[in-house]
């Protein structure tokens, strides 16, 4: 029989996606812009788990759409985005999250267009619902349709009730609004294929959210500073005695662990020379047997790359001796004391105008790289040399975005899923700078 133009045959959806996606790209009507020629048999395909009880294979890296690379007025550089899109795509990685506010709400946007491109069965699609936007339950449907719109589909395989983490925000939203019934009958309808939650709330609560329905999955955030510095070892273990998927968003932070201070990263390099920090991080989640997939929101092709690479069917759990470095060299971060911050943006806009991850950047920045100034304990010279780059790198923020435009109002910190003292931390920034001058 002659071959549908764009279709996958067996020989190439095998040579696409590994033996583990069989089952999803067979069931795709074409491919459109990526040929299985195009990469290369040496090239890493990323690896698989599957996803209990049902015949989902769910790529251990996932494409997480919320920090896409940008232009000059903040849109997404979109050409640049396609590319890490698709290089993502033909190494495997077919499972990309979403939500209405990425991006200002341009990123459920974006993915319909990249997505569209490539058969409908051959990608895992997940977005969010923002409870705190939900006033009606006319108001929740209207979400739903317009994110249906948006990304162009008419189903969404996974779907989370966005960012649990407060009890009474929950109830309201999707028990006294009814919310929740509502997506479930969108699941019996077909519209949603696998119904969770995302998470940033205390234990207890988790608990709770774990008897309010049968969920499909849980995302939460787990890295190996999270896990015993929040407690994400609590959440794992629920999720595990569950049997419940567990997808992990913020593996590193959101590049916080990316880029550690010199001495913790000397002792990781001695380990692997060729290795990223970053790929330390993905190591250290994969190796936890319950997860399904980990989330990156990959912001460069290179990010995509080497998290491919690390991701890939070779792939091997860590190892005793990597996992007394990886404590070793955590210790040796925490002692630094960066702000915790991933910079989700969550807290934005600030009424006052400050920017807020771009202050907590610029402090973290000069926490890894040994620059922040204390006069009482660096001679003169070294005291000066990092007063010029703390504040250099502290001016090039705009006047009315610097953490001393902070009025302490405290709004910012409801939204904060890190449970961050923002206020503080502005204040610190503020009299560190102060005391410079
Ligand atoms: S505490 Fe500061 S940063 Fe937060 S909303 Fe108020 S002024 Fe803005
Ligand atoms: S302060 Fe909190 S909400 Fe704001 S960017 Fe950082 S982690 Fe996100």
């Not at 939650?197 to 207890?204: I, K, P, Q, V, Y």
Request: proline share 4%; glycine share 6%.
């Amino acid at each position: 029989m002659e071959k549908k133009k764009n279709q996958l045959s067996r020989r190439e959806a095998l040579k696409l996606f590994g033996t583990g996606i069989i089952g999803v790209a067979m069931a795709t009507t074409g491919i459109s812009s990526i040929s299985a020629r195009e990469v290369e048999p040496k090239e890493p395909m990323v690896a698989r788990r599957k996803q209990k009880g049902t015949s989902n294979m769910a790529p251990l890296l996932g494409f997480g759409m919320m920090r896409f690379p940008t232009l000059s007025d903040k849109s997404i550089d979109e050409e640049l985005s396609l590319k890490m899109i698709d290089y993502a795509y033909k190494h495997g990685v077919n499972y990309f999250d979403t939500a209405f506010n990425y991006h200002g709400g341009t990123s459920e946007i974006f993915a319909g267009k990249a997505l569209k491109r490539y058969p409908r069965a051959s990608f895992y699609l997940a977005t969010k619902m923002p409870g705190w936007m939900v006033t009606s339950l006319d108001k929740a449907k209207e979400i739903f349709a317009t994110q249906l719109e948006r990304c162009q589909v008419d189903y969404f395989d996974y779907y989370l009730l966005h960012s649990i983490s407060r009890e009474a925000d929950y109830v309201r939203v999707y028990e006294e609004i009814g919310t929740l019934d509502y997506l479930i009958e969108e699941k019996k309808a077909g519209r949603i294929r696998n119904l969770g939650f995302s998470f940033h709330g205390s234990n207890e609560l988790f608990d709770k959210m774990l008897e309010k329905y049968d969920w499909d999955f849980v995302q939460i955030q787990l890295n190996y500073h999270d896990w015993d510095q929040i407690d994400a070892k609590y959440l794992y273990k629920r999720l595990e005695e569950k049997d419940i998927p567990c997808i992990v968003m913020e593996p590193i932070r959101g590049g916080m662990l990316a880029k550690l201070n010199p001495d913790a990263e000397a002792v990781l390099k001695g380990v692997h020379p060729d290795k990223s920090i970053a790929s330390w991080a993905l190591r250290y989640v994969a190796s936890l047997p319950g997860v399904l997939t980990i989330l990156s929101g990959m912001s460069a092709m290179e990010h995509v790359v080497d998290n491919v690479h690390t991701l890939s069917t070779e792939f091997q759990p860590l190892n005793d001796e990597e996992r007394v470095a990886l404590d070793k060299a955590l210790n040796i971060f925490l002692k630094t004391r960066p702000i915790r911050c991933t910079a989700c943006k969550y807290c934005m806009p600030c009424k006052f105008g400050v920017d807020i991850p771009a202050n907590f950047m610029h402090y973290n920045k000069c926490v890894n790289e040994s620059n922040i100034p204390e006069r009482d304990s660096q001679s003169p010279e070294e005291f000066e040399r990092r007063k010029k780059i703390f504040l250099e790198g502290y001016y090039s923020i705009p006047e009315e975005a610097r953490a001393d435009k902070c009025r302490l109002c405290g709004r910012c910190e409801r939204s904060c899923p890190q449970r961050l003292k923002i206020a503080d931390e502005m204040e610190r920034i503020t009299k560190l700078v102060q005391s410079l001058q």
